[in-house]
Nanobody, 128 residues
Framework: QVQLVESGGGLVQAGASLRLSCAAS????????MGWFRQAPGKEREFVSA????????????SVKGRFTISRDNAKNNAKNTVYLQMNSLKPEDTAVYYC?????????????????WGQGTQVTVSS
């Protein structure tokens, strides 16, 4: 069982940066691939980025490639199990609720249905 809590969202102007965090609790966090998804009003949830359990493999949607960076911190004692999404050069079209997700598999996926655990989401609003 994994519990996820996102933070770091906010209202920023276009071109600014934000860093989202996803704090995970659970004894086997390091065994989970992690992903970030987002959902804008009236739109379906879409893939943003994902990272393998060890952090060695990362994946990005074309729309965020080169601007967003995903990383993770797998603490040995599970005291600080966190996934980050560094978002630079933000655009108004990045406005959405961002969700962190965990998959009980070492290999990430770009499909939301592949993830078993989800956070509550954090709002990111980018003004023009």
């Amino acid at each position: 069982q994994v519990q996820l809590v996102e933070s770091g969202g906010g209202l920023v102007q276009a071109g600014a940066s934000l860093r989202l965090s996803c704090a995970a609790s659970g004894r086997t966090f390091s065994s989970y691939a992690m992903g970030w998804f987002r959902q804008a009003p009236g739109k379906e949830r879409e893939f943003v980025s994902a990272i393998s359990w060890g952090g060695g493999s990362t994946y990005y949607a074309d729309s965020v490639k080169g601007r967003f960076t995903i990383s993770r911190d797998n603490a040995k004692n599970n005291a600080k199990n966190t996934v980050y999404l560094q978002m630079n050069s933000l655009k108004p079209e990045d406005t959405a609720v961002y969700y962190c997700a965990a998959r009980g598999n070492s290999v990430p996926s770009t499909f939301a249905y592949a993830y078993s655990y989800w956070g509550q989401g954090t709002q990111v609003t980018v003004s023009s």
